[in-house]
């Protein structure tokens, strides 16, 4: 007898195939049809997360480095 985690997992296969063939027309391709878009978003989800962050590390330790401030203005000159 077959239990209720043994049809979850028959009903998932089945959809699975059902995708598959919807999309690559082939019921028995064993890929994911997202997969490869998916893995892209996240290395460029994860490649944006890593520059902001070094923009981020870069103005804090460029921020406490500065030169002495800047002169006041003269107020006899226009700029």
Do not use: C
């Not at 998932?12 to 997969?35: C, K, N």
């Not at 997360?49 to 921020?63: K, M, P, Q």
């Amino acid at each position: 007898m077959q239990t209720q985690k043994d049809h979850v997992e028959a009903y998932s296969f089945l959809i699975g195939r059902m995708t598959s063939a919807l999309v690559l027309g082939d019921p028995s391709h064993l890929d994911v049809p997202a997969r490869r878009a998916w893995i892209g978003l996240l290395v460029g989800l994860l490649l944006g997360l890593l520059i902001a962050v070094g923009f981020f590390i870069y103005g804090l330790i460029a921020h406490h480095t500065g030169s002495a401030p800047a002169p006041a203005p003269n107020p006899g000159h226009a700029i």
